[in-house]
Each structure stands twice: as C-alpha cells, then as structure tokens.
Nanobody
C-alpha cells in the first residue's frame, strides 16, 4: 500500500489549508486512517483519526474545532481541512493507514502500519 500526501505549503496565521492523501489501494474502506505531524525535535503526534467506515473521528485537543478529517473512499482519498492555522501547527504532516484495528480511534503512531512520505506545513505571522 502506498500513500501520497499533497497540499502542504506556507500559510499565514489564521488562514486555511487542505491536505490530501491518495491511497494506491482502491479498497480504502478496509483501512482506518489518520493524520500525524512531527515538528523538528519533537515526537510524532496523532492529529486526527477516522475509522474505516467514517462513522467516528478522534482529534488531538490542540486541533479540535479547527481541523476536520474526512475520507472519500470512492476517490481513495483522505483529507485534512485545517482552519485558523497557528504557528504551532508548523510541522511535517503524514497520513497513515491501519488495516488491523478498523474501528479503533487510537492516535498512537505505532498502531499504524502504512505511511506516506509527508508534506510540510509552515505557518507564519
């Protein structure tokens, strides 16, 4: 399984970006998906996860109310809509897939098997 992220870039504080992640497997609905981020010198953290049928989501406290994770299984694509961006959102963002725990809401990186290469998001004032 391959995952390819896109949509990162430079943004101003308070603006929005949408990240996309395309899966090479057309049966995306067999995976639960997640977005993670890693800033320099920090551990990778789970930003948001969505279960395999899209019925439940889990967000980190730092992004609740600002970020929205969604999936379009017909397009084999995962999205992360990021609004009201802050400088502390600056990081490399990764999408990930897990086929073993399809209805888990865990945001633990070790629970995910497949990873994209990452896309950089830089937020400045």
């Amino acid at each position: 399984l391959q995952l390819v992220e896109s949509g990162g870039g430079a943004a101003q504080v308070g603006t929005s970006l949408t990240l996309s992640c395309v899966l090479s497997d057309s049966t995306q609905n067999t995976y639960r998906m997640g977005w993670f981020r890693q800033a320099p010198g920090k551990e990778r953290e789970g930003v948001a996860t969505i279960v395999s049928d899209g019925s439940a989501r889990n967000y980190a406290e730092s992004v609740k109310g600002r970020f929205t994770i969604s999936r379009d299984d017909a397009k084999s694509t995962l999205y992360l809509q990021m609004n009201s961006l802050k400088p502390e959102d600056t990081a490399t963002y990764y999408c990930a897939a897990d086929s073993k725990r399809r209805f888990s809401l865990s945001r633990i990186p070790a629970d995910f098997t497949y990873w994209g290469q990452g896309t950089q998001v830089t937020v400045s004032s």
